[in-house]
């Protein structure tokens, strides 16, 4: 004989042949759903005959042929739950074949570096991490205190320039001499209303 096939070998081959079993049985409940219509038309042609003698003995095939039927989908369904099975013990197997090389790779990093360094490395990582959020904290209090005048105004121009709006020109345009007769023209309007 040969070597003896390997676990991966036979679970492929017995795959395979499950999936084969089950095409055949596809082909076979096909056949027998044409065979029951072919059933169901002689019915139909027999009883509009009126010959019962045939109804009576091509009912008796037809409920045979459904109940067929029916035992071939049981086991249909029985072989996918047994492919299922095997899909399953395959990939649980792989997966367990995977953590074993991850262990090893674990224990001979463990080995190399040794338990100090590594510890030197979280050490060093939990430093960085919490000074980085002492700097962003830092940042978040700068940005949220008082913005004192010229960056404000810095900041509404560089807006109402994003948006379109040009204020400054409008300002410049305005009267400057004008600004104390306008403001004694109001005075007046307002002292005629009260």
């Known amino acids: 004989m040969g070597a ?11 795959v395979a042949l499950l999936r084969r079993q089950d095409r055949g049985l596809t082909r076979e409940i ?5 065979e029951k219509q ?7 042609r027999f009883a509009g ?48 074949r995977a953590i ?16 100090t360094n ?3 490395m979280i050490s060093q990582f939990e430093s960085e991490v919490s000074r980085q959020e002492m700097l962003g904290e830092t940042l978040d209090d700068m940005l949220s205190g008082q913005v004192d005048e010229v960056e404000q105004k810095e900041l509404v121009n ?3 320039d994003e948006i379109g709006v040009t204020l400054g020109s409008q300002l410049r345009e305005a009267p ?3 600004v104390g007769t306008i403001q004694n023209d109001l005075e007046q309007r307002f002292s005629r209303l009260t």
């Open 30 to 34: 096909a056949r027998m759903e044409r």
């Open 4 to 14: 003896e096939l390997s676990i991966e070998q036979r679970v492929k081959r017995e």
């Open 118 to 120: 590594v510890m030197q």
């Open 38 to 44: 072919v059933l169901v038309l002689k019915l139909k």
């Open 158 to 160: 560089s807006v109402l």
């Open 176 to 178: 400057n001499g004008q």
């Open 100 to 115: 074993l090389g991850l262990t090893s790779t674990m224990k001979f990093i463990n080995q190399t570096m040794g338990s």
């Open 49 to 96: 005959e009126g010959r019962m003698e045939l109804v009576q003995s091509i009912s008796v095939q037809y409920i045979a042929s459904k109940q067929n039927i029916g035992h071939l989908y049981k086991i249909q369904g029985q072989m996918a739950n047994v492919t299922q099975r095997v899909q399953i013990m395959k990939s649980t197997e792989e997966i367990n």
